[in-house]
């Protein structure tokens, strides 16, 4: 079973920046997209960014400029940049893997908290 294991969130300040990490148990080159998912109070979960394993990125228009994902597959690791954090970036953050063959498989890890206070 693959596991994915976020860390990196944590309580900061609007304006200041944090760099998420989802450790995956496997080679993430057998994954063909790794994202980053978003769960803000009241609303449900938005894909926020992905990257696929040849190193195609696409993001959610509110982050773009303020968001990077990046992969080291050597590492297992997935990051996600976050810069010029706002009140309303504030959620759960959680890291996804897709298989899409030989059917559609997605792996979730349990989150890491961003609390970002004006």
């Known amino acids: 079973q693959v596991q994915l294991v976020e860390s990196g969130g944590g309580l900061v300040q609007a304006g200041e920046s944090l760099k998420l990490s989802c450790a995956a148990s496997e080679n993430i080159f057998r994954f063909n997209v790794m994202a980053w998912y978003r769960q803000t109070p009241g609303k449900q979960r938005e894909l926020v960014a992905s990257i696929t394993n040849d190193g195609r990125t696409n993001y959610e228009d509110s982050v773009k400029g303020r968001f990077a994902i990046s992969r080291n597959n050597a590492k297992n690791t997935v990051y996600l940049q976050i810069d010029s954090l706002k009140p309303e970036d504030t959620g759960v953050y959680y890291c996804?893997?897709?298989?899409?063959?030989?059917?559609?498989?997605?792996?979730w890890g349990k989150g890491t908290l961003v609390t970002v206070s004006s």
């Open positions: 996804n893997s897709r298989i899409f063959l030989p059917s559609p498989m997605d792996y």
